[in-house]
């Protein structure tokens, strides 16, 4: 075994990707305090070819020293959005045939590995706050939640890791999502 090169991993240019069909999934963030986090989360989508992410409220925007520091280039090629309020990111891709889908423990939310994406329907999947969660106006407004099962005693996990849990689960389960 040996590491691949840079060279051996055949990424695309910013430019040809993108081009690139994207898988159709946008990222909702709410009120993300940490530029950590929103650095992560656009690497992630980056990595999984995601369609788009919104930034939403407090939710830091590029360009930003310490965004730029974990999204190591991503946001230049992520698409990104920023609207002032969540629910008006929310009603905009209800508005536009998203399935909207808040990550987040609730009274009705199923576990991650129960949740069916839809093939043919596009997924934005809604990440709250890092001390509040998805807040009570997004809650009210999705029809479906989803929950990372969790057996420890904090029931709780950095909003960057829970996106690429979440991400990386829809994907795997999706026919067309991991080819290369």
């Known amino acids: ?19 690139k069909p994207k898988l159709p999934i946008v990222i909702v ?16 989508a980056d990595a999984f070819n995601l369609e788009a992410i919104f930034l939403c409220g407090i939710t830091a925007t590029p360009p930003h020293r310490e965004i730029h520091r974990t999204a190591l280039g991503a946001t230049e090629s992520v698409t990104w959005r920023y609207f002032e309020q969540t629910p008006e990111a929310v009603n905009f ?6 399935n909207v889908v808040a990550v987040e423990q609730t009274d009705r939310s199923i576990p991650l ?3 069916a994406a839809q ?4 997924l ?3 990440f709250g706050n890092e001390v509040h969660g998805v807040s009570e106006e997004v809650i009210r407004e999705v029809k479906q939640a989803i ?14 890791v829970s996106a690429g849990i979440v991400i990386w689960e829809i994907c795997r389960a999706s026919k067309n999502c991991c080819e290369k």
Do not use: C, W
């Not at 093939?119 to 596009?122: G, L, N």
């Open 1 to 19: 075994m040996r590491k691949l090169t840079t060279s051996e991993l055949n990424r695309p240019s910013i430019a040809d990707f993108k081009t």
């Open 29 to 44: 963030l709410d009120n993300i305090r940490s530029l950590h986090n929103v650095g992560s989360i656009f690497r992630t």
């Open 93 to 98: 891709l209800m508005n536009n045939g998203y």
């Open 113 to 115: 590995a129960s949740f």
């Open 119 to 122: 093939e043919t329907t596009s």
């Open 124 to 126: 934005a999947l809604v």
């Open 147 to 160: 929950e990372i099962p969790q057996f420890g005693t904090k029931h709780s996990l950095n909003v960057a």
